[in-house]
């Protein structure tokens, strides 16, 4: 795109009109973080309402859009998915339009125990680093809501009239895997059409320099259940000829890794590319690795973070300590979390893990896979394209730093649904998120100061392709 970031008494202006909005945009966010709007089955789905209806209320309230509404779309089982909110200008002029995305719901807060303060009460507390706002959602993904609203806000303020189109799409469900979204965009796909889409759902080098998303790794989650007996029995009359279920499951399991804590399932591949150094010292500070405990994988760090496939059990359903007895259980049931390197297909990664666990399930045991199985593809971004050169030029003058390309370990699986449906947009990843914002865990926060750049960042880029018209 044949734009520049504007400098002179415009950036002035916009980065005035940022400073100054930022006690309100801070409040609009904790009223948000109050909601506590998980997506999950089992939690109540008024507060995601309730949660949309506040964003709605946000978007309205800056005057610009044509029209502001609250939308569902139906996922792949016929259930109405949790409600979105879509607005919409036209562009004038030969001005080209933006999708801005982000996200309204957040995660489960886990147990109030772990969390210093309560989980859906947002709490300013200062840090070595600067002040940063805890709760659920204060980053993931509320920050990206209130990054957008923020920025429309200064652009007006400093501009008074845009030429520019805006689409804004915030998301009900995707912390859930994004179940109706493929039929959302489809359904609205006039109403969301865009020369470029924006999504505010990731993160930053550090606190101090900012970050543009080049490459996603894709996701295959899937439950198994390994079965070896028809009923339990005692453990001492049997125990030494019987295969119990958790002695089958735990041998195949760890199967999925060489001694080193490498993937070792044939048919997962990795990516060549280069990635920048980062000391080991700092990946165990950030997640919190003890100095006893060995680092998992083979070469670089962010190799292994970007590039490399990644297996995670992240749940199990079986007796707790509590309540053991002296007995063989029959069969246990696992959660299996892959991440899949940039360039292979979620679809393909499946195949290869189903092929591997039936070549190395011990001792005949039965397995079985529940039917829902979540699959998302990687992404690379199109690091060619004008509007990401644009993007780079406009976070490097909102932080006052050189903007560092990244890749992220996590995936964001609705982005290859945005490509199949809008072929021609251009696709940027941004987002307020840095080491120690710890998203989906207790105690999660964002640094204030990096809010501020990202808003500024967003506005200024914003109106480079509002001066285009």
């Not at 992404?379 to 003058?397: E, H, Q």
């Amino acid at each position: 795109m044949s734009a520049s970031i504007p400098s002179g008494p415009v950036e002035a202006a916009i980065r005035e009109a940022v400073t100054g909005g930022l006690p309100a945009t801070i409040a609009d966010l904790s009223r948000l973080v109050r909601i506590p709007s998980v997506s999950w089955d089992g939690f109540d789905p008024a507060r995601v309402q309730e949660s949309a209806e506040a964003v709605a209320e946000l978007l309205r309230g800056l005057d610009v859009f044509e029209t502001v509404s609250i939308e569902r779309a139906d996922r792949a089982d016929g259930s109405p998915g949790h409600p979105a909110v879509l607005a919409r200008r036209a562009a004038r002029d030969g001005a080209p339009t933006v999708l801005l995305y982000a996200h309204h719901d957040v995660q489960p807060p886990g147990a109030d125990e772990d969390w210093e303060t309560p989980p859906f009460e947002p709490v300013l507390r200062p840090t070595p680093q600067g002040d940063r706002l805890f709760g659920r959602g204060t980053a993931d993904d509320k920050a990206g809501v209130l990054v957008h609203v923020a920025a429309i806000r200064a652009l007006v303020e400093a501009l008074g009239q845009l030429d520019l189109g805006l689409a804004v799409f915030v998301e009900g469900e995707e912390e859930f895997g994004s179940p109706s979204f493929k039929d959302f965009i489809v359904r609205h796909r006039d109403a969301l059409a865009a020369d470029a889409i924006v999504v505010a759902d990731s993160g930053n080098w550090d606190v101090e320099t900012p970050a543009i998303t080049v490459g996603l790794r894709g996701n295959v989650a899937f439950n198994l259940t390994v079965r070896t007996l028809e009923h339990a029995s005692h453990s001492g009359m049997f125990g030494g000829v019987v295969p119990d279920a958790m002695m089958a499951a735990t041998r195949l399991l760890a199967s999925l890794w060489d001694d080193d804590g490498a993937v070792a399932v044939e048919g997962l591949r990795r990516r060549a590319a280069e990635v920048p150094a980062y000391a080991e010292a700092r990946i165990r500070a950030e997640a919190g690795v003890p100095d006893g405990v060995a680092l998992i994988g083979d070469g670089p760090v962010l190799d292994r973070n970007w590039n490399q496939p990644a297996i995670t059990v992240t749940g199990m359903d079986l007796p707790s300590v509590q309540h053991a007895s002296n007995t063989l259980i029959p069969a246990v049931r696992v959660r299996v979390s892959a991440r899949v390197a940039p360039g292979q297909s979620a679809a393909e990664a499946y195949a290869a893990l189903r092929a591997h666990i039936a070549a190395h399930t011990p001792y005949g045991a039965e397995v079985a896979y529940d039917e829902k199985v979540d699959l998302g593809d990687p992404f690379l971004v199109d690091t060619g394209a004008g509007l990401f050169r644009l993007a780079k030029d406009a976070l490097t003058a909102g932080w006052g730093r050189e903007t560092v390309e990244i890749g992220i370990g996590g995936s964001i699986p609705f982005i290859a649904d945005l490509v199949e449906v809008f072929p021609d947009a251009q696709i940027l990843v941004t987002g307020v998120e840095d080491a120690d914002t710890r998203a989906h865990s207790p105690n999660e926060s964002l640094h204030l100061g990096v809010l501020r750049r990202a808003i500024v960042s967003e506005a200024l880029l914003l109106a480079a392709l509002n001066g285009r018209g």
